[in-house]
């Protein structure tokens, strides 16, 4: 069965980063992609990248782009999100998401990871 | 970056009724492939996000098919034909037809 790990809680400081990891099992982890959506406290559900697990090619949300970097892992199956410069509107969980994509252009977000809450505080 | 729209913010919903919930872009939807790029995910309390219709119409992998996803361009439906208790959470519709990604602000179902 497809499980993504994620790891721990984070607590940071403002200026500082974080790095998540997302660990897959039970697929081929190059044949899919891995996307990164967090949730700010009590809020809705925003893009922030993804990763081609196949070429390693990337896609990142304006937002955060230049404080952001998606990797992967292929040998353990695991994908991580840095972000850079952190603030406290950066307080979020952060979910990781097996994307599936189509030659169409179409992908979504089929299995998601349990999540990470990074907090942002001085 | 498109906007989604979704009504109502909240559902209060008895057991066994029906419900629906609307989506709207500000751009269609519909790719030249004939499919529309717009999926609905539910979050249930304190769970992460899970995949429930795709393409606009077509259940994901264990979705009940008192699920059903319709609509075309930039209007949208999902409906319940007969809501279970297990079904509260947050129903989020997304579309990948343009870089971002974007999510409507979703739709809070529970159960009167």
């Known amino acids: 069965q497809v499980q993504l790990v994620q790891s721990g809680t984070e607590v940071k400081k403002p200026g500082a980063s974080v790095k998540v990891s997302c660990k897959a099992s039970?697929?081929?982890?190059?044949?899919?992609?891995i996307s990164w959506v967090r949730q700010a406290p009590g809020q809705g559900l925003e893009w922030m990248g993804w990763?081609?697990?196949?070429?390693?090619?990337?896609n990142y949300a304006q937002k955060v782009h230049g404080r952001i970097t998606l990797t992967t892992d292929t040998s353990t199956s695991t994908a991580y999100m840095e972000l850079r410069s952190l603030r406290s509107d950066d307080t979020a969980v952060y979910y990781c998401?097996?994307?599936?994509?189509?030659?169409?252009?179409?992908?979504?977000?089929?299995?998601w990871g349990p999540g990470t809450l990074v907090t942002v505080s001085s | 970056d498109i906007v989604m729209t979704q009504s109502p913010r909240s559902l209060p919903v008895t057991p066994g009724e029906p419900a629906s919930i609307s989506c709207r872009s500000s751009q269609s939807l519909l790719h030249s492939n004939g499919y529309n790029f717009l999926d609905w995910y539910l979050q249930k309390p304190g769970q992460s996000p899970q995949l429930l219709i795709y393409?606009?119409?077509n259940r994901a992998s264990g979705v009940p098919d008192r699920f059903s996803g319709s609509g075309s361009g930039t209007d949208f439906t999902l409906k319940i034909s007969r809501v279970e208790a297990e079904d509260v959470g947050v129903y989020y519709c997304m579309q990948t037809l343009q870089s971002p990604p974007t999510f409507g602000h979703g739709t809070r179902l529970d159960i009167k």
């Open positions: 039970g697929y081929t982890f190059t044949s899919y992609g």
């Open positions: 990763i081609s697990a196949y070429s390693g090619y990337t």
């Open positions: 998401a097996r994307t599936y994509f189509e030659s169409s252009g179409y992908y979504n977000f089929d299995y």
């Open positions: 393409l606009g119409s």
